[in-house]
């Protein structure tokens, strides 16, 4: 058995920071990652760069900007010089057995090309995009379990559920047609401990498990469809001012539009729904940390819980994420390290997903030399008094031809970006403020620490706080978007 710690990183998809017991939300049943925070460090300034999982996820494996990994859409191919660089390949270059199980969504790359020795689990490509749930080892298990899955549906919905989800009696919830011993999660929770079982001794790995809940749709298995009580939901307080009080390209968007019809109750409904699938995703993370008590690993293990994006379920009545979308409901994520030699720390250092690479690598001793926009957190791990390492984040976001499809697997250099057809978000995020650059509408500034803290259009007295936020956003974004810079500085 190797000495050197093992390290076990275990994703959710689209949870957003405020869905855990430990920060703070009454409805939540997360009772494995609360005891996670509690013996170890939980970062509550963690932002993704790009509210969406693609560009999310490259910029956690390749710990690079998405201007500077191109992965600008969900399905845009990374940059061709990078399929081949990441983080598995700077463990597996270490010494360690490198296993990815679940949702990739790093588009143009695989998970063996990114120096994963054995991935499991793995979502089909269909026409250029990996399909998250499409996985069709899991499609073979639930159809030799009885089930009848709806023929190249991409969430494995069958046609109970896609009833369910349309009954206008209950609109987009229901309760899954599949029993949860036969449901995705538990399956492949299933799948990536007998592939931790395959693991040589005498050796540490690195592994990633990347579960697709609590993403939409909300087709919920028993218990979790009603586990969370109603009751201590609350809306959120932007709940009641709507879509129009954010700029005309979000209120306009489909983001707006797609729950407009919900009522206070079914809002409620869907929410609990929701907090029911990130229970779905911590049980499995309780399955996985018993899995590595039985191998008697826990105490050799570096365990780190995250998600990609959030979701704004409900914020301002609108829901899921995307290029339009840069606020703290879909750019904050919840991150929780746990290492043997730490102790419990929280901190709110801003920290970007960029981050999360390089701070794994110097905890666990690897060498960590290619390029990065990355920074290390790793003296923050039990030391909550540690100096930060930024003060401010950024996030940014594109759209090619105003396009969210983007053209499949296709590679395209942002460099390439024309004002004039296509589209880009930039924001920056400090502990007190968000401050939102459109290319295409106005702006938004957000006062964290006043009585109202949510984002407006800036007033005049704010003028020199908001040319400070343009000339730092313009000095970060101007090797690859120079004419945003000459816009944000004019």
Request: proline share 7%; aromatic share 8%.
């Amino acid at each position: 058995m190797s000495d050197r710690l093992n390290v076990l990183v275990v994703m959710s998809d689209e949870q957003s920071w405020d869905t855990l017991g430990c920060n703070g939300n009454p409805a939540a049943r997360t009772p494995h990652a609360d005891a996670l925070a509690e013996s170890g460090a939980s970062f509550d300034g963690l932002f993704t760069p790009f509210p969406l999982c693609c560009p999310s996820r490259t910029s956690l494996i390749t710990s690079q900007q998405p201007r500077h990994h191109h992965v600008l859409g969900n399905w845009r191919g990374i940059r061709p010089d990078l399929a081949d660089q990441g983080i598995g390949s700077d463990f597996a270059a270490a010494g360690y057995h490198t296993l990815y199980c679940g949702k990739w969504h790093v588009p143009g790359t695989t998970p063996q090309r990114m120096g994963f020795a054995e991935s499991v689990a793995i979502p089909a490509v269909i026409d250029g995009k990996d399909r998250g749930r499409y996985i069709e080892p899991y499609r073979d298990h639930a159809a030799a379990a009885g089930y009848e899955l709806v023929p190249g549906n991409i969430e494995n919905l069958t046609e109970t559920d896609r009833a369910g989800l349309a009954d206008p009696a209950s609109p987009h919830r229901t309760t899954a047609a599949i029993d949860l011993e036969h449901f995705l999660e538990p399956w492949q929770t299933g799948q990536f401990l007998a592939a931790l079982d395959r693991a040589p001794d005498d050796r540490p790995w690195f592994a990633v498990c990347s579960f697709n809940a609590p993403h939409f749709p909300f087709a919920v298995p028993r218990p979790y469809d009603t586990l969370i009580d109603r009751t201590k939901i609350t809306l959120p307080p932007t709940w009641s001012l709507g879509p129009d009080a954010l700029p005309d390209e979000v209120a306009g968007s489909h983001f707006a539009s797609k729950f407009a019809d919900l009522d206070e109750e079914g809002w409620l409904d869907v929410i609990g729904h929701y907090h029911g699938l990130c229970s779905l995703v911590d049980d499995q993370l309780g399955r996985i940390l018993a899995g590595l008590a039985a191998r008697g690993e826990l105490d050799r293990t570096i365990i780190c819980y995250t998600s990609d994006h959030g979701d704004m379920m409900g914020a301002y009545r609108m829901v899921e994420k995307g290029h339009l979308l840069h606020y703290d409901e879909t750019m904050r994520v919840p991150l929780l390290i746990k290492h043997p030699d730490g102790g419990a720390a929280r901190t709110d250092a801003p920290m970007s997903m960029t981050d999360l690479a390089p701070t794994l690598a110097e905890l666990a001793g690897v060498p960590f030399e290619r390029a990065t926009d990355g920074l290390s957190y790793a003296s923050l791990i039990g030391n909550a008094g540690a100096a930060d390492v930024r003060d401010h984040v950024v996030g940014e976001s594109m759209l090619w031809n105003l396009d969210s499809e983007n053209a499949a697997g296709e590679h395209r250099d942002p460099a390439g970006f024309d004002p004039a057809t296509d589209a880009v978000n930039l924001s920056l995020r400090t502990r007190t403020h968000r401050y939102n650059w459109r290319s295409r509408d106005r702006d938004e500034l957000a006062d964290l620490t006043a009585v109202d803290p949510n984002p407006k259009a800036p007033n005049t007295e704010q003028a020199d706080l908001v040319a400070g936020f343009r000339r730092t956003l313009a000095d970060e974004v101007r090797d690859v978007f120079p004419w945003a810079a000459k816009q944000l500085t004019h």
